[in-house]
Every structure is written in structure tokens, then in C-alpha cells.
């Protein structure tokens, strides 16, 4: 069965640094977009970043205007695995973060529409 697994979530200070991991599995996922989205309380799931792969070593990133500049998108297709670095987080980041798997590889990469399989979420927490 497919499924995403996610770690690496927790709390930290504002202007700190965290990476989340989402470990794929129960099918191969290299040709899929993957993305990370985050929702807060109260609030509507938000994207957050996306990667495509091209073929080789060629990949296409995706990023909210919100986190562009912070947070960094990344891939291992080998290993079935995504990561999302984020630095200099705000308390404004605080959210519950999936992964996701979009397999259609269509669209702009930005909708939860859009993806097919989810993870359970971790929560991030950015103190002030």
C-alpha cells in the first residue's frame, strides 16, 4: 500500500533552522511531483513547495512566495524520499506540514487538488 511517512517536525526557536523528511513507499514515486503544504488552525491548507524531476539529474522546484528565499525543496528518487529545509522560520510557519505526491505530473503544483497521496502531517512550532 502506498504510503507517505513523515519526520522531523517539532519546535523551534524563530530564526532557527528545520528539516522535515517524508519517506515514500509502496510504489516508486521518481516521476511524481511532490509537494509540502501546511495548514494552521483556523486556516485553509496553504502551499508551501513542489519538485518534479526531468530525468538525470534534473530537477524543477516549486515555492510559495511566502517561503522563497528560506525554505529549500529537495530529492532523493533513489530512496523514495523528500525534504523541505527551513531556515530563518518565523512564528508564522507554525502549521501542521504534508507531504504529498502528486502522480498525474499536471497543473501548477500548487493545489491540494492537484496530488493523489498524503501523509499524516507534523506539526512544526516557531517560538518567538
Known amino acids: 500500500q502506498v504510503q507517505l511517512v513523515e519526520s522531523g517536525g517539532g519546535l523551534v526557536q524563530a530564526g532557527g533552522s528545520l528539516t522535515l523528511s517524508c519517506a515514500a513507499s509502496g510504489r516508486t514515486f521518481s516521476w511524481d511531483v511532490m509537494g509540502w503544504f501546511r495548514q494552521a488552525p483556523g486556516k485553509e491548507r496553504e502551499f508551501v513547495a513542489a519538485?518534479?524531476?526531468?530525468?538525470?539529474?534534473?530537477?524543477?522546484?516549486y515555492y510559495a512566495d511566502s517561503v522563497k528565499g528560506r525554505f529549500t525543496i529537495s530529492r532523493d528518487n533513489a530512496k523514495n524520499t523528500v525534504y523541505l529545509q527551513m531556515n530563518s522560520l518565523k512564528p508564522e510557519d507554525t502549521a501542521v506540514y504534508y507531504c504529498?505526491?502528486?502522480?498525474?505530473?499536471?497543473?501548477?503544483?500548487?493545489?491540494?487538488?492537484?496530488?493523489?497521496?498524503w501523509g499524516q502531517g507534523t506539526q512544526v512550532t516557531v517560538s518567538s
Open positions: 504529498a505526491a502528486d502522480t498525474t505530473v499536471t497543473g501548477w503544483h500548487r493545489r491540494p487538488s492537484e496530488y493523489d497521496y
Open positions: 519538485i518534479s524531476w526531468g530525468g538525470g539529474s534534473t530537477y524543477y522546484t
